[in-house]
């Protein structure tokens, strides 16, 4: 079975930092681009980044860009997000996502997501 | 940056009815578009890619349709078990990648 575990989330301050992890197991994961996906509460959808399947592209969108480094460890089978310079706006549930086939961006095997707030 | 309007941003529609959602591209983006159906409380789910190929597992009361700039989600058949938002997502490009802001879809 395909599944996607997102650890990590927790309340942090204004400026502080955090990893988020996301645990793939069930399919090969170097074969897959994958991205990470945020909603604020009660909002909608915001793509956050992604990476291609060697960790040679990555691209952010403008929100985080400078703040947020997205990696992957594929003989762990991990995708990772560094969160420097945290905002209140950075709060939200993270989804890591796989993109089924490239070069075409979308999502289809999503994970439960980790929730990280940003709070004094 | 391509920008992603939905319409509605919310609807209610009874048991059986025919359910259509609007999304609209700034730009052309030929038929790159996926749709999320995302329940309460729930991870969102791939329903459709390429504007009209239907992912598997789906029922097949869903559709999508369009090109360019104008697409539609269409539920055939309203089921209870449809409640949800919808989500369009453009991907013709390289990122950024672009939701649509969501339709909430009840049940009357």
């Known amino acids: ?120 | 940056d391509i920008q992603m309007t939905q319409s509605p941003s919310s609807l209610s529609a009874s048991v059986g009815d025919r359910v259509t959602i609007t999304c609209r591209a700034s730009q052309g983006i030929s038929n790159y578009l996926a749709w999320y159906q995302q329940k309460p409380g729930k991870v969102p789910k791939l329903l459709i890619y390429a504007a009209s190929t239907l992912q598997s597992g789906v029922p097949s009361r869903f559709s999508g349709s369009g090109s360019g700039t104008d697409f539609t989600l269409t539920i055939s058949s309203l089921q209870p078990e449809d409640v949800a938002t919808y989500y369009c997502q453009k991907y013709n490009s390289a990122p950024p990648i672009t939701f649509g802001q969501g339709t909430r879809l009840e049940i009357k």
């Open chain 1, 1 to 120: 079975e395909v599944q996607l575990v997102e650890s990590g989330g927790v309340v942090v301050q204004p400026g502080g930092s955090l990893r988020l992890s996301c645990a793939a197991s069930g399919f090969t994961f170097d074969d897959y681009t994958m991205h990470w996906v945020r909603q604020a509460p009660g909002k909608g959808l915001e793509w956050v980044s992604l990476i291609s399947w060697d960790g040679g592209s990555t691209y952010y969108a403008d929100s985080v860009k400078g703040r947020f480094t997205i990696s992957r460890d594929n003989s762990k089978n991990s995708l990772y997000l560094q969160m420097n310079s945290l905002r209140t706006e950075d709060t939200a549930l993270y989804y890591c996502a796989t993109n089924p086939r490239i070069p075409y961006y979308y999502m289809d095997v999503w994970g439960k997501g980790t929730t990280v707030t940003v709070s004094s």
